[in-house]
């Protein structure tokens, strides 16, 4: 029997933007997938037949990339993700999944993360109908704090490039590690669910439609680009609350292009008095908002009066790895 852990992951600023090739900063959250392995008689995913067409993800890794053919497996799948929330579940499990199958094909104890986080871009691609950043893919993989962007950037660890062709043409990105400077350890990230799922394709075909009905919306996206790079410059000096300035920042752009809800805006209002600042995080519609706070315990009391799920996180943990 082989298991693989691969962590969900945090956009902190750049989300649907990134899309375009504008940069995103997206960490490694506690909270994650586990996949467990084991041949079997018959293929079966949680104790039920598996139907391929119902696990796109889990197909497209076994067949398309690994090719694989032989025994029939018994596949587990254990999340303590929220689904559809905006917190990589998909990504999270294309890792695990990715990283179990190689194990259980070639043993030799050890992930290769790039590899790993290359396939699990194919497999988001087609679920998202060809629109998908490799932001979701490269934190789970990566772990700690991943800055993707549409050039190369100097002054950090460049780890890869990623390309898709994309309904709106090509698109190239550079994906980096950064370091995450000592003061984010003072710093909690508090997640809060809507409690509506919300599928990443169609908010991220939304985006596309407002982009070519209403192209004055170019300038949202152009305004994130921005504030990203702000809240990259912020997070490097360990400047807390000059991070949250530019989370409150993003918020606003992110409901400029009809990404937020009513229940995600109530949400991160809830947060905001005892945080550095707050926003939706991921693709929105439903899903998740993160607040950067000192006080995890006080935000997730707000969120849960105001209606959400809460999940305290630490920053930055580790990427997909094989557990024993
Ligand atoms: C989803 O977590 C993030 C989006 O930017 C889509 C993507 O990057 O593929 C909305």
Request: with cysteine; charged share 20%.
């Amino acid at each position: 029997m082989v298991r693989a852990f691969a962590p969900g992951k945090c956009i902190l600023f750049g989300e649907h933007a990134v899309v375009y090739g504008h940069p995103a900063v997206a960490v490694a959250i506690e909270a994650g997938v586990e996949v467990r392995l084991e041949e079997s008689e018959r293929w079966v995913l949680d104790g039920m037949n598996f139907e391929p067409s119902r696990h796109p993800h889990i197909k497209h890794i076994i067949t398309n990339v690994f090719e694989y053919d032989g025994s029939p497996l018994k596949i587990d799948i254990n999340s303590t993700l929220f689904p559809a929330a905006g917190l990589g579940s998909s990504a999270a499990l294309s890792n695990a999944m990715g990283a179990a199958l190689q194990e259980l094909i070639d043993p030799s104890g050890t992930v290769d993360a790039i590899k790993l986080a290359r396939i699990s871009h194919s497999a988001e691609a087609i679920a998202q109908e060809g629109r998908a950043s490799p932001t979701d893919t490269a934190a789970s993989a990566l772990g700690g704090s991943v800055v993707v962007s549409g050039e190369r950037l100097k002054g950090i660890n460049h780890r890869f490039d990623a390309e898709l062709i994309t309904p709106e043409g090509e698109r190239n990105w550079s994906i980096h590690s950064a370091e995450l400077h000592p003061n984010l350890a003072e710093a909690w990230l508090v997640l809060g669910f809507t409690g509506k799922g919300s599928p990443t394709g169609k908010m991220v075909a939304g985006v596309a439609d407002l982009l070519e009905k209403e192209p004055a919306h170019k300038e949202d996206m152009l305004a994130i680009a921005n504030i990203t790079n702000a809240g990259l410059a912020a997070l490097a000096a360990g400047n807390l609350p000059a991070v949250g300035i530019a989370m409150d920042a993003c918020h606003k752009r992110l409901q400029n292009i009809q990404v937020s809800s009513p229940a995600l805006d109530l949400l991160v209002n809830s947060a905001r008095p005892h945080s550095f600042g707050a926003k939706l995080t991921g693709a929105g519609g439903g899903g998740c908002m993160v607040a950067l706070t000192n006080n995890p315990k006080r935000v997730a009391e707000a969120i849960e009066i105001a209606g959400g799920k809460p999940l305290i996180s630490r920053f930055g943990t580790e990427g997909v790895r094989l557990i024993d």
